[in-house]
């Protein structure tokens, strides 16, 4: 069974500018949760979305939002760029919503912001 | 909101030894679930253990051993028989009612031959 896969693996953008990240779960999967990760703020959980809904969400700026497809692949974007939005994301997909799903992580997508 | 504390930010063992990495967190639920991650030079994050908090026992996979401490918010992970390969950045996650995983700072493991 294929892994979580996530498009682009490397993106530069310039201040200002938006983007959008994309996540295929595993088959059969129906939650996608996103984080960021870097080096001063370590990973924090941006959000969650089960059967096309967004069900739980972090404390991030609303230049970050998200959606997910009947597929249940999912997409986060980014607005009006700032410098500190660059980072590493890491997208993650599991099963169910509740607790004990296991969530797999794809290889993640470097954000650079010039 | 929980907290979840890795006081070590860097570890090392030498090959065939063991070595623990620390964790702490806050929490005022009763119900949640505790893991270990391994994030390799790859960035790809790797599920080592995980440990649901109304198992008393400890969980284990192979080398891989936690020691649960419930009542003292501890959950620390035994690596034993290091290996070349376990050389990588460790984190801690707590997830509880909110469903998202909540990081700890991570620890560095260098393993040395």
């Known amino acids: 069974k294929a892994g979580v896969t996530q498009t682009p693996r490397y993106l530069i953008k310039t201040r200002g500018q938006q983007v959008t990240l994309s996540c295929s779960p595993i088959s059969g999967h129906r939650s996608v949760s996103w984080y960021q990760q870097t080096p001063g703020q370590g990973l924090q959980f941006l959000f969650e979305?089960?059967?096309?809904?967004?069900?739980n969400k972090g404390n991030f700026p609303g230049r970050f939002s998200g959606r997910q497809f009947s597929n249940s692949r999912s997409e986060m974007n980014v607005s009006t760029l700032e410098l500190g939005d660059s980072a590493l994301y890491l997208c993650?997909?599991?099963f169910g919503q509740g607790s004990y799903n296991e969530q797999f992580f794809g290889p993640g997508t470097r954000l650079t912001v010039l | 909101a929980q907290t979840v504390t890795q006081s070590q930010p860097e570890m090392s063992v030498q090959e065939a030894e063991t070595v623990t990495l620390s964790c702490t967190y806050d929490?005022?639920?009763?119900?949640?679930?505790l893991f270990w991650y391994k994030q390799p030079p790859s960035r790809q994050m790797i599920l080592v253990i995980r440990q649901e908090a109304y198992k008393q026992q400890n969980a284990t996979e192979n080398r891989f051993s936690v020691n649960f401490q419930k009542a003292a918010k501890s959950f620390s992970l035994k690596i034993s028989d290091s290996q070349l390969g376990d050389a990588a950045m460790y984190f801690c996650?707590?997830?509880?009612?909110?469903?998202?995983?909540?990081f700890g700072k991570g620890t560095s493991l260098l393993v040395t031959p």
């Open positions: 993650a997909s599991s």
């Open positions: 996650a707590y997830r509880g009612s909110g469903y998202a995983l909540n």
């Open positions: 979305y089960f059967s096309e809904t967004q069900r």
């Open positions: 929490t005022s639920e009763s119900d949640y679930y």
